[in-house]
């Protein structure tokens, strides 16, 4: 097949879940004999990149506005696939949904992946809700194949929209980092210190985090590890907590092996988000053997399962697991095996390309759009 694969980022993977979808379902589509192009942000772009990890990188301008970043970029990529030869398009966001028509106008058949409930993050006004809830409507009419990342998106969109869709999470199997030099350069021991992993937006709540460590005692390390584009006021209020508090450690945004090092030698795994459904972090976390504390709501029960500790903000719920964590760390045995059988049995890369395959093979299979 020859597929385009749209709204992200791109590749490499240097922001947050969606990219790391891009680059892990790109190299093994490719791996299997397919020519994938995943479309990549100017500015998110590695300068002078073409192809990364078999996959080819076409890389078009954005506009740097919040509301208009994802589609300014995805209505480019469409306009250049309908210049080019492929077979079919790999969509990811609902955001994007009103720009199928275009693609479908080259006769191209339409996979698109909804992601979460966009229109629930507070970032958004009266007004972004209300097109992500249009995007919704338009995604469960337009997409040819609608792919869910979670049961529960997969049981919302059967509900509110009547369309079926292909449930396919994301994979948390990431190999073992191969240096310690993230860990030299920020000052940390191996199993000594937590690590929360997100994007800084108010949803998945690193100032409430930091905030709650700080009734944590003794000093052990908190590192996080993000940032945001377009949440400044958040980010100085994480800056704020942290420079109160000298055991906060802000990493910033980490990728690649950097990243996994972070990971792979954490003593556990602290995960707020709000919103969304298989979250990838989340998946990274558990498959990498940590000891996994996770905010107590739908989608996070669903990854977790019986693999992580659960916790409410509400009555210092984070500051008394972490205490106790901290404290007995032996009652806690056996979480992290488990959080990583969870991942062998749910969440490979290898099985997660393997269906995308499926899905865009049986689209390339059916009768050509009129």
């Not at 869910?148 to 509900?159: F, H, L, N, P, V």
């Amino acid at each position: 097949m020859r597929v385009a694969l749209l709204g992200t980022r791109g590749i490499p993977a240097r922001y947050g879940g969606f990219e790391t979808f891009a680059e892990e379902l790109a190299a093994r589509l490719a791996a299997a004999g397919h020519e994938v192009t995943v479309y990549t942000r100017a500015h998110a772009a590695v300068p002078g990149v073409a192809a990364h990890r078999g996959a080819r990188v076409r890389t078009l301008p954005a506009l740097r506005v919040k509301a208009l970043e994802t589609l300014s970029h995805t209505l480019l990529s469409c306009l250049d696939v309908s210049r080019r030869r492929f077979d079919v398009v790999l969509l990811c966001n609902a955001a994007n949904a009103p720009l199928i028509p275009l693609l479908h106008a080259r006769g191209l058949r339409v996979a698109l992946n909804v992601d979460g409930l966009e229109r629930k993050r507070r970032k958004w006004g009266r007004l972004g809700r209300a097109y992500y809830r249009a995007c919704e409507r338009l995604s469960a009419r337009w997409a040819d194949a609608v792919v869910t990342d979670a049961a529960m998106i997969q049981r919302y969109y059967r509900r509110a929209w009547r369309r079926a869709s292909v449930m396919i999470p994301y994979g948390g199997d990431l190999p073992h980092p191969e240096g310690d030099s993230a860990l030299r350069r920020l000052g940390l021991a191996p199993e000594g210190y937590l690590l929360y992993v997100s994007r800084f937006e108010p949803e998945n709540n690193p100032d409430r985090v930091a905030a709650a460590y700080r009734a944590v005692l003794g000093g052990v390390p908190l590192v996080l590890v993000g940032g945001a584009p377009y949440a400044r006021a958040l980010v100085r209020r994480v800056r704020q907590l942290a420079s109160e508090d000298p055991r906060v450690v802000l990493a910033g945004p980490v990728y690649g092996d950097e990243y996994r090092q972070l990971l792979f030698h954490a003593r556990a795994y602290i995960h707020a988000t709000e919103v969304g459904g298989t979250h990838p972090a989340l998946v990274e976390a558990m498959g990498a053997g940590r000891v996994v504390f996770f905010l107590d709501n739908m989608p996070n029960r669903e990854v977790a399962g019986g693999a992580g500790v659960p916790f409410a903000f509400a009555d210092g719920g984070l500051t008394a697991a972490l205490s106790e964590f901290l404290a007995a760390p032996r009652r806690f045995e056996g979480l992290g095996a488990a959080a990583r059988a969870r991942v062998a049995e749910r969440y490979r890369w290898d099985d997660v390309a393997a269906a995308y395959e499926r899905v865009l093979e049986g689209l390339c299979s059916a009768s050509p759009r009129a």
